[in-house]
């Protein structure tokens, strides 16, 4: 789980992740995983429902957000609702966990939120959002 970044209390990123990481994250507490990476981007990948079974099994809710490139505003939206609307943390993950964070920041940014305090949060897990909510 050392891949995990906190973002906030509520809320954390990460890189692609296996069966046996959903379970972990459910059983360090995590509530819903928010799976932003599209089935079959890399061969290897495993299948977001490998992922959902281990992550309802060890107790964690489970939703499906593909982004495939920046997030929409679409896709921002249903991300700041989903973690908003958990009764506990959150783990999001694609590819590197760039999406995620973006997805995140756009949706919060919606919802009213200072661009460049989302920057500083971002900046904080090791993400560079400036060209993208300050641009």
Do not use: H
């Amino acid at each position: 789980m050392s891949q995990f970044r906190k973002v906030t209390d509520a809320f954390e990123v990460s890189p692609q992740i296996t069966p046996d990481e959903a379970r972990e994250a459910a059983e360090s507490g995590v509530v819903l995983i928010i799976n932003n990476r599209p089935d079959g981007e890399v061969p290897d990948q495993p299948t977001s429902a490998d992922i959902e079974a281990a992550a309802r099994a060890a107790g964690a809710d489970f939703i499906r957000i593909p982004i495939v490139g920046r997030p929409t505003p679409e896709q921002a939206k249903a991300q700041a609702e989903a973690v908003a609307g958990a009764a506990g943390p959150v783990l999001a993950f694609c590819r590197s966990g760039t999406r995620s964070i973006t997805a995140w920041a756009l949706g919060e940014a919606g919802r009213g939120r200072d661009r460049a305090e989302l920057v500083r949060i971002a900046a904080g897990a090791g993400y560079d959002l400036g060209p993208v909510l300050l641009g």
